[in-house]
């Protein structure tokens, strides 16, 4: 039996148990975020109820880092045992947390994990700092870096064009090393754009995104929580760019506009993932942004992902 295997079938053991206390004892956050409201667009009545044996199951289970970010800073290789243990065959980076990538690499091959992406700021794939950037990912094993937000301020027409911009300049140096780059949504990009450059109604950062991104060159990864919360359709956006999604996140959305873990909302997974093909997708991370006990989250996303 190999190490993740162990570790596996020794259920969640020693190392779950001390991360479980770091994760009471670590930065609380609440169940959830956002307030109440009406349940926003892109999200279907579903949640545990929902589970009725997708065919296929989904081959392979991640989740980002960022989701037990508590417990990483404090221990690395530890935590990563501990997502293996619970079942998970892949990870998304967001930072290294003062690890040399080597050293990074190491651990993951140790917990039988593999690390297909990466978060990283838009300031690391661009100019100087990209190379670097590369550098590290063929250490990890990234085939994908995602920039995961953009300041305020670049949140207009001409802003989103610059990252469009600087995204595809960004890809066209990446596809020499065999990397891809990608962009992660969260709700502001389904903002109508009101500033003086607008084109024409109705127009959205995430429209301008899908516009002037060169598929060839950057691919989308698709927030399913923070696409519902911001009303997009997340099967539109499959219908009408078909193939450009092949990364997501897997966090639910309750009825009342709270982030849940998977299964735990009334975001409907089966009828999503009926349309992974037609999206491309191939990733599937599970995240929640502030769990009370990031163990317990991750574990309770994975169950329900596994049994579908």
Same mark, same amino acid.
């Given at each position: 039996?190999?190490?993740?295997?162990f570790?596996?079938?020794?259920g969640?053991?020693w190392?779950?148990?001390?991360l479980?206390g770091?994760a009471?004892n670590?930065?609380?956050?609440?169940?959830?975020?956002?307030?109440?409201?009406d349940?926003?667009g892109? @999200?279907?009545?579903?949640?545990?109820?929902?589970?009725a044996?997708?065919q296929?199951?989904? $081959?392979? &289970?991640g989740?980002?880092?960022?989701?037990?970010r508590?417990?990483m800073?404090?221990?690395? +290789?530890r935590?990563?045992?501990a997502?293996?243990?619970i079942?998970?065959? $892949?990870?998304e980076?967001?930072?290294?947390?003062g690890?040399?990538?080597?050293?990074?690499?190491?651990?993951?091959?140790?917990?039988?994990l @593999?690390?297909? @992406?990466?978060?990283?700021?838009?300031d690391?794939?661009?100019g100087s700092a990209?190379?670097?950037?590369?550098a590290a990912?063929?250490?990890?094993?990234?085939?994908?870096?995602?920039v995961p937000? &953009?300041? $305020?301020?670049m949140?207009?027409s001409?802003?989103?064009?610059?990252?469009?911009n600087?995204?595809?300049?960004?890809?066209t140096?990446?596809?020499?090393a065999?990397?891809?780059?990608g962009?992660?949504?969260?709700a502001?990009e389904?903002?109508v754009?009101?500033?003086?450059?607008?084109?024409g109604?109705?127009?959205?950062?995430?429209?301008?995104?899908l516009?002037h991104?060169d598929?060839?060159?950057?691919?989308?990864? &698709?927030d399913f929580h923070?696409?519902?919360?911001?009303?997009?359709?997340?099967l $539109?956006?499959?219908?009408?760019?078909p193939?450009?999604f +092949?990364?997501?996140?897997?966090?639910?959305?309750t009825?009342?506009g709270?982030?849940?873990?998977?299964g735990?909302?009334v &975001?409907d997974w089966?009828?999503?993932f009926?349309?992974?093909?037609?999206?491309g997708l191939?990733?599937?991370f599970?995240e929640?942004?502030?769990p009370?006990?990031p163990?317990?989250s991750i574990?309770?996303?994975?169950?329900?992902?596994?049994?579908m």
């Amino acid at each position: 039996m190999d190490r993740k295997g162990f570790l596996r079938a020794a259920g969640l053991g020693w190392g779950a148990a001390w991360l479980g206390g770091c994760a009471r004892n670590g930065t609380p956050g609440s169940a959830g975020d956002g307030g109440g409201g009406d349940l926003p667009g892109g @999200a279907e009545q579903g949640g545990a109820a929902a589970v009725a044996g997708l065919q296929p199951p989904l $081959e392979t &289970i991640g989740v980002q880092l960022y989701t037990v970010r508590s417990l990483m800073a404090d221990d690395v +290789p530890r935590t990563l045992d501990a997502v293996a243990e619970i079942g998970y065959d $892949e990870v998304e980076f967001a930072g290294y947390f003062g690890h040399e990538p080597a050293a990074v690499r190491a651990w993951l091959d140790a917990s039988g994990l @593999a690390a297909p @992406a990466a978060h990283v700021d838009l300031d690391a794939v661009t100019g100087s700092a990209l190379e670097e950037t590369l550098a590290a990912a063929a250490v990890v094993g990234h085939r994908w870096l995602v920039v995961p937000w &953009i300041p $305020e301020a670049m949140r207009t027409s001409d802003g989103y064009q610059e990252v469009a911009n600087l995204l595809n300049e960004a890809g066209t140096a990446a596809a020499g090393a065999g990397v891809r780059v990608g962009y992660h949504n969260h709700a502001f990009e389904f903002d109508v754009l009101n500033d003086p450059s607008d084109t024409g109604e109705g127009v959205t950062g995430y429209s301008l995104l899908l516009e002037h991104l060169d598929p060839a060159l950057v691919d989308l990864e &698709i927030d399913f929580h923070w696409s519902a919360v911001g009303g997009a359709d997340a099967l $539109e956006l499959f219908s009408g760019h078909p193939g450009r999604f +092949p990364l997501c996140h897997v966090k639910d959305l309750t009825a009342d506009g709270r982030m849940a873990d998977a299964g735990a909302g009334v &975001i409907d997974w089966p009828g999503l993932f009926a349309r992974s093909e037609e999206a491309g997708l191939m990733h599937y991370f599970v995240e929640h942004d502030q769990p009370v006990d990031p163990l317990a989250s991750i574990e309770a996303s994975y169950r329900y992902l596994a049994a579908m």
